[in-house]
């Protein structure tokens, strides 16, 4: 008898013994805590380097209008050096997609090149007539042509990068494979320098 009451008292002591408690508990929430971290540092560079990317394309877009580049280097040679410069480093441009189109006004931008609807489908089929807007000798979904242009042409500036997160600990969260696209992008019209003319042609 006097047994049973020794293992029961001993039991209900164990119960009630609270050490380890803690570090068990801090066990179970290390894990949330670091990865609720990670996703707060990583979530804080995205929209760090969003930002760094926006305001780098109109900078560099503001550059671009001028028709300016220094002696011996060309106009797209600076302005991607601006950019990396804007970027601070955190954007790679050697990995980015970087794109410059010439339209003859902003109304032009992402439209299609004029043709005509021969079997009235709402589309373009191959064999209609078009207007080859940017020359290429086919038909374009966007007629804007490949470049800086020239005074008084719409120039639309788009950078695109796929931004790797640092921690890798909220891969799953993130993107596909851990990776955030950013795109930037802004249209100016090219101030009227040199007197030269438009290079986009109307359609």
Not at 35 to 48: K, S
Not at 171 to 185: E, M, V, W
């Amino acid at each position: 008898m006097l047994k049973k009451i020794f293992a029961l008292t001993r039991l209900r002591a164990s119960w009630a013994c609270q050490r380890g408690a803690a570090a068990l508990e801090f066990a179970f929430a290390l894990p949330i805590v670091v990865l609720l971290l990670a996703g707060t540092f990583d979530l804080g560079m995205v929209l760090f380097a969003d930002i760094l990317l926006e305001g780098a394309v109109r900078d560099t877009s503001r550059l671009g209008i001028t028709g300016y580049s220094p002696t011996g280097v060309d106009r797209d040679t600076m302005i991607l050096d601006a950019l990396k410069s804007d970027t601070l480093g955190l954007i790679d441009t050697n990995k980015a997609i970087i794109t410059h189109k010439v339209y003859h006004s902003f109304g032009d931008i992402g439209k299609p090149e004029p043709y005509t609807d021969v079997n009235g489908n709402n589309q373009y089929d191959v064999g209609e007539p078009f207007q080859d807007i940017n020359g290429n000798g086919h038909w374009d979904s966007d007629m804007g042509v490949a470049g800086l242009g020239g005074a008084g042409d719409v120039v639309l500036y788009t950078v695109t990068y796929d931004w790797t997160t640092w921690t890798h600990l909220v891969d799953p969260l993130f993107g596909k494979d851990g990776k955030i696209t950013l795109t930037a992008s802004t249209a100016v019209r090219n101030e009227p320098y040199g007197g030269s003319a438009p290079t986009a042609t109307s359609p």
